[in-house]
């Protein structure tokens, strides 16, 4: 037996609660694993509290990702005593996620954790840092330097917006953040934003072409805020978008594309290739101030996730949440 965060549907509507499950219950796979960490992502929060339509199947453990270690493997790849992660797959929405303290799942789906990262710092970056770094990496795959100016992140207070911002000042690029708290204006450049503004300037209808200022940008709000990110993007600039927290609309012309040749990036962190996730990974590893990492992360147990699921869709979290699976 173990313990697992469940949701499941009946006439009453959804159930969430902490349950106890029998290793039989887990979901096909080839490799089962002892979660050691996960984390509370956006899309988790929508799927505990059912505000959106994220779980696929029911019953469902929730928690699209995790890291954890390796205690039985048919997979010729993963040996008992790996450590490793996981991010995305449809885990968390068809396929029994992290929020427990097993996991069954496809081999093909896990990452070696890097030497220098342990377990918890790994979810302290999560699927979160893993999208941010794919965004940073569409940026720079797509030519944008440090020196071609400013780039705007969006929703900056949260998890990917965090990371991107200290990913982005890491590299060297000059950042704007872009959040609904200016209270956090300190924590922000703390992070290394060179300025804060309020979201209000992105979030109601804009102009199909405002002026011209962001060189590039880390989009993981949409709606209008996307649109108006683009529609001030300077010619030939690259815009990344991996998130709908303003909503999955897209209330734009295509006035910015076709005469100033910007670029709207796509950022799929679910179904990205096994050597875009490692080569994420390595520079994750590589870049971060685990110590910048710890100061923006809360820990929490499987006890807590139903509470602070809520918190985190009403914006009341700041950067990152891990969930401690052992505890």
């Known amino acids: 037996m173990f313990k697992a965060l469940l949701i499941d549907k009946n006439d009453d509507g959804l159930q969430v609660g902490l349950n106890e499950i029998e290793e039989s219950?887990?979901?096909?796979?080839?490799?089962?694993?002892?979660?050691?960490?996960?984390?509370?992502?956006?899309?988790?929060g929508l799927a505990i509290t059912g505000k959106a339509p994220?779980?696929?199947?029911?019953?469902?453990?929730?928690?699209?990702?995790?890291?954890?270690?390796?205690?039985e493997s048919n997979h010729q790849a993963w040996s008992v005593g790996d450590k490793v992660i996981l991010n995305g797959w449809g885990v968390g929405e068809s396929h029994w996620g992290g929020l427990a303290e097993q996991a069954r799942v496809n081999g093909d789906w896990l990452v070696a954790l890097p030497e220098s990262v342990s377990a918890k710092q790994a979810m302290s970056i999560g699927t979160?840092?893993?999208t941010a770094m794919l965004c940073v990496m569409g940026l720079q795959d797509q030519g944008v330097k440090?020196?071609?100016?400013?780039?705007?992140?969006t929703?900056?207070?949260?998890?990917?917006?965090?990371?991107?911002?200290?990913?982005?000042?890491?590299?060297?690029?000059?950042?704007?953040?872009?959040?609904?708290?200016?209270?956090?204006?300190?924590?922000?450049?703390?992070?290394?934003?060179?300025?804060?503004?309020?979201?209000?300037?992105?979030?109601s209808p804009g102009k199909p072409l405002a002026r011209e200022r962001w060189a590039g940008a880390v989009d993981s709000v949409g709606s209008?805020?996307?649109?108006?990110?683009?529609?001030?993007?300077?010619?030939?600039?690259?815009?990344?978008?991996?998130?709908?927290a303003q909503g999955m609309d897209f209330p734009a012309?295509?006035?910015?594309?076709?005469?100033?040749?910007?670029?709207?990036?796509?950022?799929?962190?679910?179904?990205?290739?096994?050597?875009?996730?490692?080569?994420?990974?390595t520079q994750l590893a590589n870049l971060l101030d685990m110590d910048k990492l710890a100061e923006n992360t809360r820990e929490i147990t499987l006890n807590d996730c139903v509470e602070v699921a809520t918190d985190l869709l009403a914006g009341k979290v700041r950067g990152r949440v891990v969930v401690d699976c052992t505890a």
Request: glycine share 10%; aromatic share 8%; with cysteine.
């Open 25 to 44: 219950q887990l979901p096909e796979g080839d490799v089962r694993v002892k979660v050691l960490y996960s984390t509370l992502n956006y899309k988790d």
């Open 155 to 203: 929703g900056a207070n949260g998890g990917v917006g965090s990371i991107a911002t200290l990913l982005l000042s890491k590299l060297g690029y000059t950042v704007v953040a872009s959040t609904g708290r200016l209270e956090e204006t300190d924590y922000l450049k703390s992070l290394g934003a060179t300025e804060v503004i309020h979201r209000d300037e992105f979030s």
């Open 54 to 71: 994220v779980v696929r199947k029911f019953p469902m453990v929730p928690g699209i990702d995790f890291a954890a270690e390796v205690v």
């Open 146 to 153: 440090p020196e071609d100016g400013e780039i705007i992140v």
């Open 128 to 130: 979160a840092g893993y």
């Open 224 to 244: 209008h805020t996307l649109a108006n990110v683009c529609a001030s993007t300077r010619y030939g600039g690259v815009v990344t978008a991996c998130g709908l």
């Open 253 to 281: 012309t295509v006035a910015p594309f076709i005469l100033r040749g910007v670029r709207l990036i796509g950022i799929d962190s679910v179904n990205a290739p096994l050597e875009k996730r490692i080569e994420a990974w």
